[in-house]
């Protein structure tokens, strides 16, 4: 399909990719295939499968997926799909010895090798050694679990290397302590707007913020607003004023493609990963962090620490709905018969336009 973009026009004269983009399903069955299912997607927390048997399961744009700790200390990930007639294996979250299919009681090890398929011992050309479960490459990148599910654990897959699109990030966040948060709370937000609309707010250059966004306004030197780009990444930097706890000094926006944001600021961190669920619906889930040498023990600092968590804690829903309303506004005038394309501040917006470019070349990629 002719995506009506042209990603080697420069921010200044560009104008921004058209609205079926965000409102034509052709375009998320693209993005399923050419961009989720062949990227690094940050999909849960080391936290979440630190002891041998502890899993969790979640879906990435209806691919279901199991991420496991074996019995030997090695994370794995699974199709979370039972190889019999396709129901999904594994359930939520929890600790066990093997997977066992609810359908038919298809059993797999952790390793993903089918132990046990009831009733099929006379089956003419069945090798169960045939039937595990199918791997995914997973790894970790300080407190995050990250899957590349076109890639198979131990073989070719896809040819994107973690460390490579995520490297610019590396440094400036593990300066900042990234490597030592420590997970305190998950939230999951549903918006009435496409994937995109999310990503396009959130990599603005803090456009919208003096508008959308008036209590983190003013705890913000925007003057001094600075975003450097990368292959695959992005990072936006603000001082603070000094006049809101909660952000510190300055606050760090990174981003890294297609769809995960690492949010640092004072003594916390959040990221936000934004899933597709329809054209004009997404989820996009939170996770808070605070720093591991914040205190924790049962005295007046830690009754202190966890009075100012909440409150921080508050503060990010507050902005989250706000972000929420201008978010849906904008699908709902997205799908107006007026609008076709929008133009760039060349003076914010370079992050959006550089993710548009990046989107542009993975849709137009020929499988």
Not at 86 to 113: F, N
Not at 159 to 176: G, I, Q, T, V, Y
Not at 246 to 269: C, D, Q, S, T
Request: proline share 5%; hydrophobic share 40%.
């Amino acid at each position: 399909m002719d995506l009506q973009f042209d990603p080697s026009i420069p921010v200044e004269a560009a104008a921004t990719p058209p609205a079926l983009w965000y409102v034509d399903p052709r375009v998320l069955e693209l993005e399923r295939r050419n961009v989720f299912e062949k990227a690094w997607v940050a999909v849960g927390r080391v936290d979440q499968v630190a002891e041998p048997g502890s899993y969790f399961t979640g879906d990435v744009v209806g691919n279901p997926f199991v991420v496991l700790r074996d019995e030997a200390g090695r994370l794995r990930a699974f199709h979370n799909v039972c190889r019999h007639h396709a129901a999904v294996v594994a359930q939520e979250c929890g600790k066990a010895h093997e997977l066992v299919c609810p359908y038919h009681g298809w059993t797999y090890r952790l390793d993903g090798s089918l132990r046990s398929a009831p009733r099929m011992g006379r089956m003419e050309g069945f090798d169960p050694k045939q039937f595990g479960l199918p791997p995914i490459s997973v790894e970790t990148w300080g407190p995050l679990v990250m899957l590349d599910l076109d890639g198979e654990e131990g073989g070719e897959g896809n040819p994107r290397d973690l460390a490579s699109d995520a490297a610019p990030l590396m440094a400036p966040l593990n300066e900042l302590g990234f490597e030592r948060m420590r997970w305190v709370e998950r939230r999951s937000y549903q918006m009435k707007c496409n994937w995109k609309v999310f990503v396009d707010n959130s990599l603005d250059g803090g456009y919208h913020v003096a508008y959308a966004h008036e209590g983190l306004a003013e705890g913000l030197a925007y003057d001094g607003y600075r975003t450097e780009l990368y292959e695959r990444s992005a990072i936006q930097v603000c001082d603070a004023k000094g006049t809101d706890e909660r952000l510190g000094e300055k606050v760090v926006y990174a981003w890294l493609y297609p769809n995960l944001f690492i949010n640092r600021y004072g003594r916390m961190m959040d990221t936000n990963v934004v899933y597709p669920t329809g054209v004009d619906r997404c989820e996009v889930v939170f996770d808070f962090y605070v720093d591991a040498d914040a205190p924790d023990g049962d005295d007046l600092e830690e009754w202190a620490a966890k009075r100012r968590l909440r409150k921080a804690i508050g503060a990010s829903h507050v902005i989250q709905n706000e972000d929420i309303e201008i978010c849906e506004a904008t699908q709902r005038g997205l799908g107006s018969m007026s609008f076709k394309t929008g133009r760039y501040s060349s003076q914010l917006e370079r992050a959006v336009h550089a993710f548009h470019g990046m989107l542009y070349r993975d849709l137009s990629t020929k499988e």
